[in-house]
């Protein structure tokens, strides 16, 4: 059984693409210093953004009520960096990332690298779930992010 098989039960998620799973975890300097692979997962991360947002929108348009200023600022709350890194941190998604040797040294962006590879996770979730896909990004979003205990 592989790391990432351990992530899957983990978070609740089987993947079927495995390769989409393999994706969310490969850093831009990982890409830059080994040839074999040709994705980074910049791409998955800016879909997972967007998919996350949603979510979060939807989720609060249904149960708070308050106008858009009031709602604009909850929001925020569970879409920043920080929040979404400790989220990260909580699920160690940092020891599956693979980064390349510069990256591993730098400690200044592990808040921002931690966060994205979040995002990254809930695009590539998003992608495998097919015609379910946002449903079963929700619901990772739902328990990882929103309604987490752990942060």
């Known amino acids: 059984m592989n790391k990432l098989t351990d992530l899957e039960k983990k978070i609740g998620f089987e993947f079927d693409d495995e390769d989409l799973l393999n994706q969310a ?63 990260a941190n909580n699920l160690r998604l940092d020891n599956f990332l693979m980064k390349g040797n510069g990256e591993s040294n730098n400690e200044d962006g592990i808040n921002t690298r931690t966060s994205n590879v979040l995002e990254a996770l809930i695009g590539a979730i998003f992608l495998d779930g097919k015609e379910t896909g946002y449903q079963k990004a929700k619901e990772f979003v739902l328990k990882h992010v929103i309604l987490n205990p752990n942060v």
């Open 25 to 87: 975890f490969v850093h831009s300097s990982y890409l830059n210093e080994h040839n074999e692979l040709n994705q980074c997962n910049e791409r998955l991360e800016f879909l997972g953004d967007a998919v996350l947002e949603l979510v979060v929108t939807e989720h609060m348009y249904e149960n708070l009520i308050g106008q858009e200023g009031e709602l604009h600022k909850e929001r925020v709350k569970f879409v920043k960096n920080d929040y979404l890194s400790e989220i």
